[in-house]
């Protein structure tokens, strides 16, 4: 990146914009950030350097960034606030700040602690929603009916990325990565696991169903184009690497024939994976595993799922509830 180019897209002086490209360099080829993830990281620094310049009337330079007090970051934060941003674009935005920081010191010596002091927005966390057993299995049925806009072969690979999300718990990205080598000793009845490359560059070793496993022999045995090695096994209609969006657009299409809340999403089969096995009674750490959770306190969310399942059902049936 040229530092001209730096210095307009970061708002930053020529020192500081370089820095600030190399970290997004470093977070894509060493920490293996997702395209998606550099992108915000990138928004996130345009913003704070944007604002710095106006705040302080001039491009930032490393020695402003070194010398920045918590009252300034403060006042990026609540900048951020007043145009509009949520709580959970503050907190990331923070965390961004925070990351880059981190990366300042140990690659170029500068280090600022006044980050450290500065505390993100408050965020409940969320309950993920799952659909039931129910929902699951009409979902899947439904998404194999192929038509006269939907060839068989599309409805094939539908249903196989959706069994691969519900009966493996992946998320989209991981089963829109998967290569004819990955699912190979599959279909060739060699292995009935899946070995998973996740978030952080993280490997697990997931467990197959065969129901799974017959849709992927499906999707393979329609498919009318030629899978080339080492590229994304699911195909979109004109040949290219699906899009996650398609998947996105099927669970839409789904839920309205299925009468299905807007929850109903294809992150929603992961949830269920989890907290149906949580149901049957599955180990949390066992779970833990097979989602890929770096910490078991992000698989604990599923035990108050259940929970409140639990407590649902309790009301409804209950004489005196």
Same mark, same amino acid.
């Given at each position: 990146m040229k530092s001209q180019d730096a210095t307009s897209l970061f708002g930053l002086d020529d020192s500081a914009a370089k820095a600030a490209g190399d970290f997004l360099a470093h977070m894509g080829r060493l920490r293996r950030a997702s395209p998606r993830t550099i992108e915000a990281y990138a928004r996130d620094l345009r913003q704070f350097g944007a604002f710095l310049k106006d705040h302080f009337g001039a491009p930032a330079s490393l020695d402003v960034l070194m010398e920045l007090k918590p009252l300034? %970051? +403060? &006042? %990026?934060? &609540?900048? +951020?606030r007043k145009s509009g941003a949520g709580s959970r674009t503050i907190a990331r935005q923070l965390s961004t700040l925070r990351s880059f920081y981190n990366w300042l010191e140990r690659d170029r010596g500068i280090s600022n602690p006044a980050i450290s002091a500065v505390r993100g927005p408050h965020l409940p966390r969320a309950l993920p929603h799952p659909v039931n057993e129910t929902e699951a299995r009409a979902a899947l049925d439904l998404a194999k009916e192929g038509d006269a806009e939907r060839p068989a072969w599309i409805a094939a690979r539908d249903l196989a990325v959706l069994s691969l999300l519900y009966g493996c718990g992946l998320r989209i990205s991981e089963a829109l990565a998967l290569t004819p080598e990955d699912i190979a000793p599959l279909v060739e009845g060699r292995a009935d696991i899946l070995s998973i490359t996740g978030k952080g560059g993280k490997t697990r070793l997931v467990p197959v169903l065969p129901a799974v496993t017959a849709a992927l022999k499906g999707y393979l045995g329609l498919v009318p184009l030629v899978l080339k090695p080492g590229a994304p096994v %699911? +195909? @979109? &209609?004109? @040949? @290219?690497?699906?899009?996650?969006r398609v998947i996105q657009l099927l669970t839409a299409r789904l839920r309205g024939a299925l009468g299905l809340p807007e929850t109903a999403t294809p992150h929603a089969l992961r949830h269920s994976f989890a907290s149906h096995l949580l149901a049957a009674g599955a180990d949390l750490r066992a779970i833990q595993e097979l989602l890929g959770h770096a910490s078991l306190s992000t698989t604990q969310i599923y035990t108050r799922v259940d929970a409140a399942a639990l407590m649902a059902q309790y009301r409804k049936a209950h004489p005196r509830a």
């Open positions: 300034d %970051f +403060r &006042a %990026f934060l &609540a900048h +951020r %699911f +195909r @979109g &209609a004109r @040949g @290219g690497p699906l899009s996650p």
